[in-house]
Nanobody, 127 residues
Framework: QVQLVESGGGLVQAGDSLKLSCATS????????MAWFRQAPGKEREFVAA????????YYTDSVKGRFFASRDTAKNMVYLQMNSLKPEDTAVYYC????????????????????WGQGTQVTVSS
């Protein structure tokens, strides 16, 4: 069982930066993929970024490449999402998710592959 708690959301202006944090507890280990998803009002939850818990390799959706950066601190059991050059279209509830994978370094980008979810944190970007 894995527990995830997000924090760090808020109201910012376009062009600002924000760093989200995800505190993890439970049985995370070398064969886990950690991800960030987001859900805007009236829209489906969509993939944003993923990072391998052990290998540290990352994967991003095209719309955030070069602006968002995922990282993790295995000693602190934390996952982060640094969001730069924020745009109004980035406004959404951001969720942290975890998935056990077949091997270390494997990443998923669909929500059905993630078994564990946090409660979400709201990010609002004003124009």
């Amino acid at each position: 069982q894995v527990q995830l708690v997000e924090s760090g959301g808020g109201l910012v202006q376009a062009g600002d930066s924000l760093k989200l944090s995800c505190a993890t507890s439970g049985r995370t280990g070398s064969r886990y993929a950690m991800a960030w998803f987001r859900q805007a009002p009236g829209k489906e939850r969509e993939f944003v970024a993923a990072i391998s818990w052990s290998a540290g390799n990352t994967y991003y959706t095209d719309s955030v490449k070069g602006r968002f950066f995922a990282s993790r601190d295995t000693a602190k059991n934390m996952v982060y999402l640094q969001m730069n050059s924020l745009k109004p279209e980035d406004t959404a509830v951001y969720y942290c998710a975890a998935a056990q994978t077949a091997y270390s370094g494997l990443l998923y980008d669909t929500k059905r592959q993630y078994s564990y979810w946090g409660q979400g944190t709201q990010v609002t970007v004003s124009s």
